[in-house]
């Protein structure tokens, strides 16, 4: 009897079911991403579970880490609003359903027909700096705002470690620093300005960053929150929007750190964000998503170069960006499967997990010791449901894997829906942006 809470076997009966339906085939489906939809609900429970239900809070999905339109909106079905970015995933946000009221615009370089476009609609937006208070300036010209409108704010905290994932040092480009000469004396001198500002937004940084670090960063703004409704003598602010960031754990199955073991840091740290006086928007993306998804790819080839043994796969940087190029930063586990999905039991050797493109760096893992892989064989990367298959990287024109949906019901059995179809890599835009050829292998051309 398999036992589907446990994690590595509950993705060993979905390969398994996924190859029996043919969504994988190694004639015609070489790599295709899963989201486990069963796993996202229990998500979403635990961080609302983690939160007092007698604040007032909305937990923002941060699109860009998964901004699938059908993912997005089963975490609206769930109760979720969401974090985007640009108008693109303004755009998906709407298209999935969430009501204007429920999406927070987050972005350094909102553009005028943006801002007029959430301005509009009565989307949330966090004004990155003073020249887009002003841009909001002139497009209100006057009127209230339908819109939440708050300010991000950089604590200058420091960083953790991935500098690119850093977003709170003394120097980065999110934000208004507070602690910069003069600069706090400025937003204030905003808020005093706008009394339709009412928001504070911090971002302290994402994977990498230690949570300490983030709760220290969310305290800072809770106090500047306090200070800005002090200094103008009224209740001016009156919600902390804290970002998301919470690191996942790529080591193992384990889900650690919890969202509940963050809540207690940010109790320490900041506990008036618990008191009542705010309302609290919350940004989380890859803890949501990263352990409810999984790419599969087969080996296409093996070989042995210099000793070592390689596995030719069909998941690479095309799917893997970050990992292959930063890959320090970025490790993923990978376990080996037999044709049919089954795990490979054999004894470890220590192998090149190399992905299809052309050149020499597109390695998903070195030297990785694994059950030797062999032609047909399936390899699995977990944890890759938040930024990884819905963030394509074109190299080598290789399409966009196929990603579905999964749920399994009391019996076992599997049900898959399609989330995004694959890309056609034969299907040829011309400059006018239609398709004007589709030459294919087996020589069919299509117009
Ligand atoms: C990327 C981002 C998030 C989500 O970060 P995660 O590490 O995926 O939780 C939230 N808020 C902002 C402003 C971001 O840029």
Redesign the pocket.
């Known amino acids: 009897m398999t036992d589907l809470t446990d994690a590595t076997e509950r993705r060993e009966h979905i390969l398994r079911a996924a190859v029996r339906q043919g969504l994988l085939d190694p004639g015609r489906s070489l790599l295709a991403g899963f989201v486990d939809l069963d796993g996202v609900a229990r998500t979403v429970g635990a961080l609302r579970a983690a939160f007092p239900g007698s604040l007032s809070v909305l937990h923002a999905f941060?699109a860009?880490?998964n901004s699938l339109v059908p993912v997005l909106a089963e975490l609206r079905e769930h109760g979720m609003g969401c974090?985007v970015?640009t108008g693109g995933e303004l755009a998906r946000a709407l298209a999935a359903g969430f009501p204007p009221e429920r999406i927070v615009f987050?972005s350094p370089a909102k553009t005028r027909a943006e801002l007029e476009w959430a301005l509009e609609l009565g989307v949330a937006i966090n004004a990155d700096n003073f020249q887009e208070l002003d841009r909001i300036d002139s497009i209100l010209a006057g009127r209230d705002p339908a819109s939440r409108i708050g300010v991000r704010v950089n604590p200058q905290v420091g960083g953790g470690t991935i500098a690119a994932m850093s977003t709170a040092t003394r120097t980065s480009k999110f934000g208004i620093p507070l602690s910069d000469p003069d600069s706090r004396r400025e937003v204030l001198r905003a808020f005093r300005d706008r009394p339709w500002l009412t928001w504070v937004h911090t971002?302290a940084g994402?994977?990498g960053c230690p949570l300490d670090l983030m709760a220290r960063g969310v305290a800072e703004a809770v106090a500047f929150a306090d200070e800005v409704n002090r200094v103008l003598g009224r209740r001016q602010v009156t919600g902390i929007d804290i970002?998301?960031?919470?690191p996942v754990n790529f080591a193992d199955d384990e889900v650690t750190p919890g969202f509940g073991t963050y809540v207690d840091l940010l109790r320490a740290h900041a506990p008036d964000l618990f008191s009542g006086r705010y309302g609290i928007v919350t940004?989380?993306?890859?803890?949501v998503l990263a352990k409810n998804g999984f790419t599969a790819a087969y080996v296409e080839y093996t070989k042995t170069a210099g000793g070592r043994p390689i596995a030719l796969t069909h998941a690479g940087v095309q799917v893997a960006t970050r990992t292959v190029f930063a890959p320090e930063a970025w490790p993923l586990r990978i376990t080996a499967h037999a044709p049919d999905g089954g795990a490979k039991h054999g004894s470890p050797v220590r192998q090149d997990i190399a992905g299809p493109a052309c050149f020499a760096g597109d390695l998903l893992a070195r030297d990785r010791a694994l059950p030797l892989l062999e032609p047909g064989d399936l390899v699995v990367l977990p944890d890759t449901g938040?930024y990884y298959f819905s963030t394509p990287f074109h190299y080598n024109s290789l399409p966009e894997p196929a990603v579905y949906g999964v749920r399994v019901d009391g019996d076992g059995r599997v049900d898959f829906t399609l989330v995004r179809p694959a890309q056609d890599p034969y299907e040829l835009t011309g400059p006018d942006g239609r398709t004007v050829l589709a030459p294919r292998p087996g020589g069919l051309v299509r117009h």
């Open positions: 941060a860009k880490a974090e970015a987050d971002h994402s994977q970002g998301g960031g919470l940004e989380f993306g890859r803890a938040a």
